[in-house]
């Protein structure tokens, strides 16, 4: 077997050392884009689910229609599960969270706080404690999180001086005017 050998000059070595890092850092910039513009997709997929989760239950904690409202039952598992006694003791560092909302309108403030609960860190102890909860109830930790959400939403539509029922009175250019 004989072998073979391959010279190329250093200035042409750099020229495809420098493509190569090229089309990587491309390709990169495409995925994350496109795994930016599919996140309204994963969010509404999870809404879904959530509300879905909610309305197959024997008793659901919030109604479907909008405003979304606790039902009795959701109040009495915001007392029971201590989810009420965490986001009042958490309620000045939670309200920071929804700061950034505070000169939009009430269903951008919704639309917030629903997406800070589905992924807010609990303390390791209280999140333990609300999953035995769940289990006990037959009940998910994603309707635990909305019924949670719907309460700190009311307070921080009440700390911000904005009515909840005027969520579905929104102007989805106002979103828009922010990022500009």
Same mark, same amino acid.
């Given at each position: 077997?004989?072998?073979?050998?391959?010279?190329?000059?250093?200035?042409?070595?750099?020229?495809?050392?420098?493509?190569?890092?090229?089309?990587?850092?491309?390709?990169?910039?495409?995925?994350?884009?496109?795994?930016?513009?599919?996140?309204?997709?994963?969010?509404?997929?999870?809404?879904?689910?959530?509300?879905?989760?909610?309305?197959?239950?024997?008793?659901?904690?919030?109604?479907?229609?909008?405003?979304?409202?606790?039902?009795?039952i959701g109040e009495v598992?915001?007392?029971?599960?201590?989810?009420?006694?965490?986001?009042?003791?958490?309620?000045?560092?939670?309200?920071?969270?929804?700061?950034?909302? /505070?000169? !939009?309108?009430?269903?951008?403030?919704?639309?917030h706080v629903f997406r800070? $609960?589905?992924? @807010?860190? %609990? &303390?390791?102890?209280?999140?333990?404690?609300?999953?035995k909860f769940a289990y006990? /109830?037959? !009940?998910?930790?994603?309707?635990?999180?909305?019924?949670?959400?719907?309460? $700190?939403?009311? @307070?921080? %539509? &009440?700390?911000?001086?904005?009515?909840?029922?005027?969520?579905?009175?929104?102007?989805?250019?106002?979103?828009?005017?922010?990022?500009?």
């Amino acid at each position: 077997m004989e072998n073979l050998t391959i010279q190329i000059s250093w200035e042409y070595f750099l020229g495809i050392m420098a493509a190569l890092i090229a089309v990587g850092w491309y390709s990169s910039g495409r995925f994350t884009a496109l795994e930016t513009s599919m996140q309204w997709v994963k969010d509404t997929l999870h809404d879904l689910k959530v509300g879905t989760e909610n309305s197959n239950a024997s008793a659901p904690a919030f109604g479907e229609g909008s405003p979304i409202n606790l039902k009795p039952i959701g109040e009495v598992w915001l007392n029971e599960s201590g989810l009420k006694e965490y986001i009042d003791r958490k309620k000045p560092e939670l309200l920071k969270i929804c700061e950034e909302k /505070k000169d !939009t309108n009430p269903y951008e403030v919704q639309t917030h706080v629903f997406r800070t $609960f589905d992924t @807010l860190l %609990l &303390e390791p102890e209280f999140d333990d404690k609300l999953k035995k909860f769940a289990y006990e /109830k037959g !009940t998910s930790m994603s309707i635990l999180r909305r019924v949670g959400a719907i309460y $700190f939403r009311n @307070l921080c %539509l &009440e700390n911000f001086g904005m009515n909840k029922d005027d969520i579905d009175k929104h102007d989805p250019q106002i979103n828009n005017n922010d990022k500009k």
